[in-house]
C-alpha cells in the first residue's frame, strides 16, 4: 500500500464526490464515455474474501481482483457534479453527491497559484430573491374590469431605440389638418419585450448558437412574435450577415471588438439592417472585468469568425481610449450611428452598479439623442467563464437600480426617452414572465435573458455550484463547447422547438398578468399595480407593502 | 360607473336642463354630487365674453384673501353673480357660505399683452389663489377664464339643484354648453376638486371609468406643465393630456385618440401615416390610458367631442335635433331632455372613432 500524505488532494477534497456501487454495475462503462472532465476512470480494486469449502466452517482468505469505476482525484479532472454519469448509467450504479466539506477553494489556489475560474452565475447568495417578495397585487375588478386574456387583444411590444420628447418631434400640420413628419427622427424598433441575451458564438457552441438563431427565425416568421437576440462579442457567420434575417440580430461591440472586422466587410453586402447595436460596457456576473474565452473553447471556426489565433482571449475591462462617458457618448455611439446611416438603434449595456444613476442621467441628457436603450445587467446574469471571485464578489442586483434609473427619468421628465431593458437572474426561477413583467412595472421596458436559454437546452448546471464549467470547453450537455464529439449531443432542432415552445407559453403568462390589472399594453411604471410582503423592499421599490 | 352628459345648443340653455339629463340616470350614479361647467354664457354674461369669470366657492375668510390677490394683481371687477340659495331644511348638501361668480377686467399692465400673456396671467392668477386657499382650507377656486363658469359641489344633485334654484329656468344664468357629472371621486378622497368636468385653459374633460395608467399619466404630466396639479382624480389626466396634445403641442384634435388609445401595432402598420402614429406613440406612451372609459370633452373653439376606451367598455350615446345635441352616458337622459328628437339619428360611437360636434352644430365621425 502507497503511503498517503496529508497534504495530498484527496476525493474529499473535491467539491463533488462520486457515489459507486459496484453491485449494480455492469461495468458498461457509460458513465466513462459520457464524463467529458475525466473525472471517473477505471480502476482494479483489491478484494478479499473469506470462504470455506468444507463441511465444518474453515476460514481461508482468498483475494482478487475486481474493475470498479473511480473518482480521479486531479485537480484538472476534479468532478463539476453535472450528473451525466447518472443520466447515463442503465442500472443507476452511480451518481455524484455534494461535498459539503469541500475544501476546493484553498487546495486548488494552494496547487496552482492561481484562483478557480468557471461559468455560469452567482453562487454565493442564492436564497430568496427581491422579485418573489413582489405579487402582482391590484387586481381590476368591478369599475375596471380585468380583461380576458384569451379574448382580448393585447400589445406586448416594447421600443428599442432613442425616443424624443414630444415637443421635439418635427411634426407639422399639413393644408388638410393632418400632422406630417418634416424630417428624420431616430430609429426606434418595436419588438418583443423579452430580448434573448448577448451569448457569442464562441462561448456558446456552434449549434447552440444556431438553434437559438433557429428560434428567433421561427418565432418571428411563423409565430408572429417580433423576439430579437443579441449576438454577444464575437460576431457571426458571414452567411448570416448577408442573410435577411440579420433584421432579427442585436450586433454586439465590446471592448475586444471580436468579429467586427467581418462584420464591416459584410456591411456593403448586407441585405437587411441589423435590429440593433449594442456596445457592451460591463456585464452584470462580472462588473468591472473583461470578456474571457479560454483558448480551449478557441476552436478554428471561432479563430476565423474573430479573426484571431488560438490563445486565451480576453477583452479589456474597459474600452480603450474611453476616459469618460461623454467620450463614449460623443464617439462611439456616433460613429456607429452613422455607420448604419441613422437607421439602426445604437444601445448601450450596463452592470448594475452604485453608480448606474449617474451613467443613466449623462446619457438621457445627452443633446444629440444618440443612445437608444440603456441596458441594465445585474449580478445575477451568467457568464460563460469569469473568475469565480467575480462571479461570487462584484456586483449589483438590478431589481432597484432598475428602479432608480426609472425613477430619476421620472424627476426629470425623460421616462421612455432612453428604453430601460433589464436582466441579470430573471427567470432563474423558471418563470420569466413574471420576473419580466415585474420589472417591466417598476419602470423597465423590457428584458434581456440568456441563461435560461441554455436551461432550455439541457444545461446541466445551476447556482449551487453544480457543473458550472462553460469555460472549460467541457460542456457535457454540448451547449458551451467547441468540441465538436461534445457539441454533436446537443440537438439545435430540439432546442430550437424548446425555447420557441418556452416563447409561447411566456407570451400567455404575460397576458395573464396584463389581463387581471386591465391593462391591454405593457404596463410600464405601473409600479401601483406591485405589492410586496416584505417592508424594506416595498420602502426601496417604492411600491405597497401588504402583509 | 358615473354618468356624464353634455349640451351644446344654437340656443342658451339653463342648468336645468343638465340636472334633467343627469337625474333620469340617478340609478347608475351614487347622488353624491353636482358638478358642471358651463361655456360659451348667455344671461347676465353675456356681454362680457372676453373677460374673465372667477368662479369661487369658499369661506368669508377665502373670500377676502381672493379679492385681495386679485386686487393686487391690478383686476378689475366688472360683474358679480351670487346665485340666491334656497337654504331648504333637509337638503342633501354640504354647503360652502360663499358662491361667488365674478367677472373682472384685466390689469392695466395687460393693454399690450398678447392673448397667450393674458392666459398665462389668469392661469398663474388661478394657480396662486388655489395655494392661498388650500392653506387654511378656505376655499375652492374651479375657474377663472373668459366665457366659463364651473360649480361643484358635495351631496344629492337633486338638493343642490334646489339649493341654487337650478330646476328653476331663467334667462339670467345660461350658456350654449353645459357639462355635468353628478357623483363625487369614489375612489379617492372626496374633495371638491376631484369632481368632474375638469377646465383648463379653455378646455373642459369629464370622463366615465377607471384610468388604470393613472400613475403614468401623473407622473409624465407633472412635469409637462404648471397647470397640470391636484391629480385628485385619475381623469384629470385626460383633461391634461387633451391640454398638452391641443395647446402646447399644437396638435389636431384627431391626434388625442391615437395618443390615449394607440391602435395595435398590427393595424399601425398597414396605415400611410404609420411614422407619424408610432412617433406620437413612442414619445407620449406615458399618456396612453388604460381601464374602461368614455371621455367628454369641449375645445376652446366650443368644439364638443366624445370618444371611448379600445375596448369600448363604457357606455355613452349621441342624441340630438335641428338646434341641440345631448351626450350622455344612458339614453334616458336624452330621451328626458329630447324627446321629440329621431332617436334613429342617435350615435352610439365605437371604441375606434371620435364623435365631434363643431360650432354650427355638425356632426361628426371621425375613424381613427
Given amino acids: ?19 459507486y456501487d459496484a453491485e449494480r454495475c455492469t461495468l458498461c462503462g457509460s458513465c466513462i464515455a459520457a464524463c467529458t472532465f475525466d473525472a471517473i476512470g477505471p480502476r482494479m480494486e483489491r478484494r478479499r474474501m473469506i470462504y470455506s469449502d468444507s463441511e465444518i466452517p474453515e476460514p481461508k482468505t482468498r483475494f482478487y481482483a475486481r474493475p470498479v469505476i473511480d473518482q480521479q482525484n486531479v485537480l484538472k479532472n476534479y468532478c463539476r457534479g453535472c450528473g451525466v454519469c447518472e443520466r447515463v448509467c442503465p442500472n443507476s450504479a452511480i451518481r455524484a453527491s455534494r461535498n459539503p466539506d469541500s475544501r476546493f477553494q484553498v487546495v486548488y489556489q494552494c496547487a496552482t497559484g492561481s484562483a478557480p475560474k468557471r ?19 391590484r387586481i381590476s375588478q368591478m369599475t375596471d374590469p380585468s380583461l380576458d386574456a384569451q379574448r382580448h387583444t393585447f400589445d406586448c411590444l416594447a421600443p428599442l431605440g432613442r425616443i424624443l420628447p414630444a415637443k421635439s418631434l418635427p411634426l407639422q400640420i399639413s393644408a388638410d389638418g393632418k400632422l406630417v413628419q418634416s424630417s428624420a427622427t431616430p430609429p426606434v424598433r418595436w419588438i418583443y419585450p423579452v430580448i434573448i441575451g448577448d451569448m457569442s458564438i464562441g462561448a456558446l457552441s456552434w449549434r447552440m448558437w444556431e438553434a437559438i438563431a433557429m428560434a428567433v427565425a421561427y418565432l418571428n416568421e411563423e409565430c408572429g412574435l417580433p423576439v430579437r437576440m443579441c449576438s454577444g462579442e464575437g460576431g457571426m457567420p458571414v452567411r448570416l450577415l448577408k442573410s435577411r434575417h440579420l433584421k432579427y440580430m442585436i450586433l454586439q461591440i465590446a471592448s475586444g471588438h471580436f468579429g467586427w472586422n467581418r462584420i464591416i466587410q459584410a456591411m456593403p453586402h448586407m441585405v437587411e439592417d441589423p435590429a440593433g447595436i449594442l456596445i457592451k460596457i460591463g456585464q452584470g456576473a462580472k462588473p468591472g472585468d473583461g470578456g474571457l474565452l479560454m483558448a480551449a473553447k478557441v476552436a478554428e471556426h471561432i479563430q476565423a469568425i474573430r479573426g484571431v489565433p488560438k490563445t486565451d482571449l480576453l477583452s479589456p475591462p474597459n474600452h480603450q481610449g474611453l476616459y469618460s462617458i461623454e467620450e463614449s457618448v460623443q464617439k462611439m455611439f456616433l460613429s456607429f450611428n452613422a455607420a448604419f446611416k441613422f437607421r439602426v438603434p445604437v444601445a448601450i449595456k ?3 452598479s452604485a453608480t448606474s444613476v449617474s451613467v443613466f442621467n449623462n446619457l438621457v441628457r445627452d443633446p444629440y439623442n444618440i443612445v437608444g436603450g440603456f441596458f441594465l445587467d445585474g449580478i445575477d446574469g451568467g457568464t460563460g467563464a469569469a473568475h469565480d471571485i467575480s462571479l461570487d464578489h462584484t456586483g449589483h442586483p438590478s431589481v432597484s437600480k432598475l428602479r432608480d434609473c426609472y425613477l430619476a427619468a421620472v424627476a426629470q421628465g425623460r421616462q421612455g426617452q432612453i428604453p430601460l431593458w433589464a436582466a441579470g437572474g430573471l427567470g432563474k426561477t423558471g418563470n420569466l414572465a413574471a420576473d419580466a413583467f415585474k420589472m417591466i412595472c417598476l419602470g423597465a421596458n423590457g428584458v434581456f435573458s440568456g441563461k435560461l436559454m441554455l436551461q432550455m437546452a439541457g444545461c446541466l448546471g445551476n447556482d449551487l455550484g453544480r457543473c458550472n464549467a462553460c469555460n472549460t470547453g467541457l460542456c457535457p450537455a454540448g451547449i458551451t463547447t467547441q468540441e465538436p464529439v461534445l457539441a454533436k449531443r446537443l440537438d439545435p432542432e430540439r432546442v430550437a422547438e424548446n425555447i420557441v415552445n418556452y416563447f409561447l407559453g411566456m407570451d400567455t403568462d404575460l397576458r395573464k398578468l396584463m389581463a387581471p390589472i386591465g391593462n391591454s399594453a405593457l404596463p410600464v411604471g405601473r409600479s401601483d399595480c406591485l405589492v410586496s410582503t416584505d417592508k424594506a ?4 421599490l417604492q411600491v405597497q407593502h401588504v402583509c | 360607473m358615473c354618468r356624464i352628459g353634455a349640451l351644446k345648443s344654437r340656443h342658451y340653455l339653463h342648468p336645468s336642463k343638465a340636472l334633467l339629463l343627469m337625474q333620469s340616470q340617478q340609478k347608475g350614479h351614487d347622488n353624491s354630487g353636482f358638478a358642471m361647467v358651463m361655456q360659451d354664457l348667455g344671461g ?54 360663499n358662491y361667488v361668480f365674478q367677472t373682472y377686467d384685466y390689469p392695466e399692465s395687460c393693454r399690450h399683452a398678447t392673448d397667450r400673456e393674458k392666459e398665462d396671467l389668469l392661469t398663474d392668477t388661478r394657480l396662486a389663489l388655489r395655494a392661498a386657499l388650500e392653506q387654511g382650507e378656505e376655499g375652492f377656486v374651479y375657474s377663472f377664464w373668459p366665457d366659463v363658469i364651473t ?24 350658456a350654449r354648453i353645459i357639462t355635468a357629472q353628478c357623483r363625487q371621486n369614489t375612489n379617492y378622497e372626496i374633495v371638491r376638486y376631484a369632481a368632474h368636468p375638469f377646465f383648463l385653459q379653455g378646455y373642459t374633460a369629464l370622463a366615465n371609468g377607471e384610468n388604470t395608467f393613472y400613475q403614468k399619466n401623473k407622473e409624465f404630466q407633472s412635469s409637462l406643465h404648471r397647470g397640470y396639479i391636484g391629480f385628485e382624480s385619475d381623469s384629470q389626466c385626460f383633461l391634461y393630456t387633451l391640454h398638452y396634445l391641443h395647446r402646447e403641442l399644437g396638435w389636431p384634435l384627431s391626434t388625442y385618440k ?21 412617433a406620437m406613440r413612442q414619445s407620449l406612451a406615458h399618456l396612453e390610458i388604460n381601464g374602461p372609459n368614455t371621455i367628454i370633452g369641449v375645445l376652446p373653439d366650443n368644439t364638443l367631442f366624445t370618444c371611448c376606451d379600445a375596448k369600448k367598455l363604457r357606455p355613452v350615446v349621441v342624441g340630438r335635433d335641428t338646434d341641440t345635441v345631448a351626450i350622455s352616458s344612458e339614453v334616458c337622459g336624452i330621451n328626458e331632455v329630447l324627446p321629440h328628437r329621431d332617436w334613429e339619428t342617435d350615435i352610439y360611437p365605437n371604441e375606434r372613432e371620435i364623435v365631434v360636434i363643431n360650432d354650427t352644430l355638425e356632426v361628426q365621425r371621425w375613424n381613427q
Fill in chain 1, 119 to 137: 461559468g455560469g452565475r452567482n453562487n454565493l447568495e442564492v436564497q430568496s430573491r427581491t422579485l418573489d417578495t413582489l405579487r402582482v397585487g
Fill in chain 1, 350 to 352: 450596463v452592470a448594475a
Fill in chain 1, 1 to 19: 500500500m502507497e503511503p498517503v500524505k496529508i497534504n495530498d488532494l484527496a476525493c474529499n477534497d473535491l467539491p463533488w464526490k462520486i457515489n
Fill in chain 2, 258 to 278: 391615437h395618443v390615449i388609445t394607440p391602435l395595435p401595432f398590427e393595424d399601425t402598420v398597414k396605415r400611410p401615416d404609420q411614422d407619424q402614429l408610432l
Fill in chain 1, 537 to 540: 423592499v416595498a420602502d426601496r
Fill in chain 2, 151 to 174: 360649480l361643484k359641489e358635495i351631496g344629492d344633485p337633486r338638493a343642490i339643484g334646489t339649493y341654487f334654484n337650478l330646476w328653476q329656468e331663467d334667462e339670467v344664468f345660461t
Fill in chain 2, 44 to 97: 347676465r354674461f353675456a356681454d362680457y365674453k372676453q373677460l374673465p369669470t372667477l368662479s369661487l366657492a369658499c369661506t368669508d375668510e377665502g373670500l377676502e384673501i381672493t379679492q385681495g390677490l386679485l386686487r393686487t394683481a391690478g383686476f378689475r371687477r366688472v360683474e358679480e353673480w351670487k346665485p340666491a340659495v334656497n337654504p331648504v331644511p333637509g337638503l342633501d348638501i354640504q354647503a360652502l357660505p
